[in-house]
């Protein structure tokens, strides 16, 4: 007798109580290790776009606060008048890409982000490797952007990263166990 296909949306089988998220208060740590990584590789990307050098002295996290986090006044702004800054804009593909950077070096493997978010703050994160999407996040009126704070980005990164290799752990015992064509529909 032939075993069923995996359960790929093993989440939807939960009870509604569990997967409701707790309050921040809730939440665990971040993975000091992915927390890392995720801060340095947007530096990286804040340190190509920056052409003149103007930031090239400051420290890690005072690079992320001048040229990536959206000010208090910015994010107001945003909910004001319900439109997306320029620098929320900005935030986008440049976190995507820098958690597909963190992903590939955590699995070796080429991920690639595709990220957009319109003029009202509805878009999408896309991180995939070949055929297959390992993180969709839909972007609502822009939430979870714009990111004031340097924890909330590290959070969000890391969580990402996590559910990304977690996905990505379970396709490969799928696929080990059923091969490519077990799984498509």
């Not at 927390?35 to 052409?51: F, G, Q, T, Y």
């Amino acid at each position: 007798m032939e075993q069923a296909a995996p359960n790929w949306n093993a989440r939807a089988a939960l009870p509604v109580q569990a997967k409701l998220k707790s309050p921040e208060r809730g939440r665990k740590e971040p993975s000091p290790l992915l927390a890392e990584a995720v801060k340095r590789r947007i530096v990286h990307l804040l340190d190509a776009e920056d052409h003149f050098g103007r930031y090239a002295t400051f420290s890690a996290s005072e690079k992320i606060a001048k040229q990536f986090l959206a000010s208090a006044e910015d994010r107001s702004l945003s909910e004001f008048n319900c439109t997306v800054s320029p620098k929320v804009r900005a935030q986008v593909p440049q976190l995507f890409q820098a958690i597909a950077g963190v992903m590939e070096e955590q699995s070796g493997l080429l991920i690639q982000s595709a990220a957009e978010i319109n003029a009202e703050g509805f878009g999408r994160g896309l991180l995939y490797s070949g055929r297959v999407i390992l993180v969709l996040k839909s972007l609502r009126a822009g939430f979870p952007f714009p990111f004031t704070s340097e924890e909330r980005l590290v959070r969000y990164g890391v969580e990402c990263i996590e559910e990304g290799l977690a996905f990505l752990e379970q396709y490969n015992a799928g696929t080990a166990q059923h091969g490519l064509l077990g799984l498509e529909g």
